[in-house]
Every structure is written in structure tokens, then in C-alpha cells.
């Protein structure tokens, strides 16, 4: 077997230097790497520019950048736009925390094995079923509209709860059904050596389980984090006015569409970020477990 170091006259052992034929090789494939990533941003630039040269030679151009690209209109929008926008992070982030808790529960409810959690075992899957099965707008709607028909005192009339209720209600089940695959994922082995151990079942579900089976499916709950982020701006239609709404208002108010760019720049201001966050994070995982590390 080659030692990776060197003797040196001396008989000492000095620093690792690589072959001549490894130094090609590296050379080599830096210099396939930068050709890549020319070629890429080359092909990027041309695509663009004949993208951009169609739109601007295009006969209703003007009209266009004149209802949806006005600058002026877009300074004077932005205020109200970004006012409505903290809406939707405030409903964002209390929905998240929410969802977090009633997805977790289900979620245990799910993959629960006592024939004396039957029933709830039952009520979970229906539960995740009906809501998973459903339009996001349609629970919105339904929810925002039929409930406060009710006229019972003792629940908010906030448009905004109503919203985040849907919002809670929906999520939950695509996040209880995530979570349930990560725990069902885990080893059935991680659990018996658990229990000979002594810990209870619910020990083994808090210290065991459950840490592996969030770090299996952590991308895919901050997708659902990111989908979530967008669809805060369904409150809209309740008549909440956060950015979308908002943007229609200013839209109403100029006949002019750019208040509806300023609220999409704004959310892909939030979105895009998260997006990057998220995919960084996958291919952390794919590495560790590339190279047996556990996740």
C-alpha cells in the first residue's frame, strides 16, 4: 500500500505531494468546468437577448410597458403593496407555528398502533383525505363564508382568521402525510433497540423517531414552507388587504396593472431565498448519505 507522504533525505516524513498525473487531471477538469460555465452564461446571455428583442419589436410593446411597467406608478404603489405584505408574513409565520403543531399530532395519530387509538387513527385519516382532497380556495371560501353565517358569538368575524384557519386546516394534512413518511422511513430496528432499552413508546417516538425522521423530510417541509408563503395571498379573496389586495386596489385606482408587478417582486423577494435555503439543505443530506454519513 502507497503511504500518502514522503520520506525525505533525511529519512523524515514530508508533505503529501501529488502526482504529476494527478495535477493533469485536476487541471484538467478546472478547465472543463470553465468552459461549462462560459458556455452556460454565453447561452444565457443569447437566449435573453432574443427573448428581449421580440418583446420590445413586438406592436403592443408600449401599450404593455405602459400598464405594467411604469416607473412612477411602480414608487407610489410600493408603500401600500409592502404595508399589505407584512399581512401576509404575520399570517405566514402564526399559520407555520400552527401547522407545525397540528400536522405533528396527526401526523403521530397517523402511524399510531394501539387498537385503542383506533377511532383516532380514523379521524386522522379522514381528516387528511378530505383536506388534501380539497381546492385550497374552496376551504378559504367555505370557511370565510359559511362559518360566519353561523353568527356563533363566541368565534372571531376577522376575515384574516377565517383565512388563516384554511390555510392552518390545509397545510396540515400535506405536512401530517410528509411527516408520516419520514417516520415510517425510519428503521423498524431503531425503534426495537429503543424499546430494549427500556424507553417507552412514547420516549422512543421523541428521542429516537422523530429526530431522524425530521432531518429525512426537512426539504420537503420548507417547500411546503415556501408554497405556504405564496398562498397567504389567497386571504385576498376574503377581503383582507394584504398585497394582493392591495395591489388590486391601486390597480382600480390608476387603471394601471404595475401595482400587481410590485407585489409579484415582492413576494419572489421572499420566495426565491427560501427556495436557495432549501435546496442548499438537500444537497446536504444527498452528501452525508452519499458518503454514509447519517442523516
Known amino acids: ?3 500518502l507522504a514522503n520520506r525525505d533525505s533525511d529519512g523524515g516524513m514530508s508533505a503529501y505531494q501529488p502526482s504529476l498525473l494527478r495535477k493533469e487531471r485536476e487541471a484538467a477538469a478546472k478547465r472543463a468546468s470553465v468552459k461549462a460555465t462560459l458556455t452556460a452564461v454565453i447561452s444565457t446571455i443569447v437566449v435573453l437577448g432574443v427573448l428581449a428583442f421580440i418583446i420590445r419589436n413586438s406592436p403592443g410593446w408600449p401599450r404593455v410597458q405602459e400598464s405594467f411597467l411604469d416607473g412612477p406608478y411602480f414608487l407610489e404603489s410600493l408603500p401600500r403593496v409592502a404595508q399589505g405584505l407584512w399581512l401576509n408574513l404575520r399570517v405566514m409565520i402564526i399559520a407555520a407555528i400552527c401547522i407545525a403543531i397540528l400536522g405533528s399530532l396527526v401526523a403521530v395519530a397517523r402511524t399510531t398502533t ?39 358569538s363566541w368565534l372571531p368575524s376577522s376575515v384574516i382568521f377565517f383565512g ?3 390555510l392552518v386546516l390545509t ?22 433497540a429503543a424499546r430494549a432499552l427500556g424507553l417507552s413508546q412514547w420516549q422512543t417516538l421523541r428521542f429516537v423517531v422523530a429526530p431522524q425522521a425530521l432531518r429525512k423530510v426537512t426539504p420537503a417541509l420548507l417547500n411546503d414552507l415556501v408554497s405556504l408563503q405564496k398562498d397567504s395571498g389567497l386571504i385576498s379573496i376574503l377581503g ?10 391601486m390597480t382600480a385606482k390608476a387603471f394601471n396593472f404595475t401595482p400587481y408587478v410590485v407585489a409579484g417582486l415582492l413576494f419572489m423577494m421572499l420566495t426565491i431565498p427560501m427556495t436557495r435555503v432549501t435546496d ?9 448519505s452519499d458518503i454514509g454519513i447519517p442523516i
Open 164 to 166: 388563516g384557519m384554511a
Open 171 to 192: 397545510y396540515s394534512a400535506y405536512v401530517a402525510e410528509v411527516l408520516r413518511a419520514g417516520i415510517e422511513a425510519v428503521n423498524p430496528t431503531q425503534r426495537m
Open 280 to 288: 442548499a439543505i438537500a444537497r446536504r443530506i444527498d452528501k452525508r
Open 114 to 152: 394501539s387498537p385503542v387509538l383506533a377511532p383516532v387513527r380514523l379521524i386522522a385519516t379522514v381528516y387528511t383525505d378530505i383536506f388534501r382532497g380539497l381546492p385550497l380556495i374552496i376551504v378559504m371560501l367555505g370557511l370565510g363564508l359559511g362559518i360566519p353565517a353561523l353568527r356563533i
Open 1 to 3: 500500500m502507497t503511504s
Open 240 to 249: 383582507a388587504i394584504d398585497a394582493v389586495r392591495a395591489a388590486g386596489i
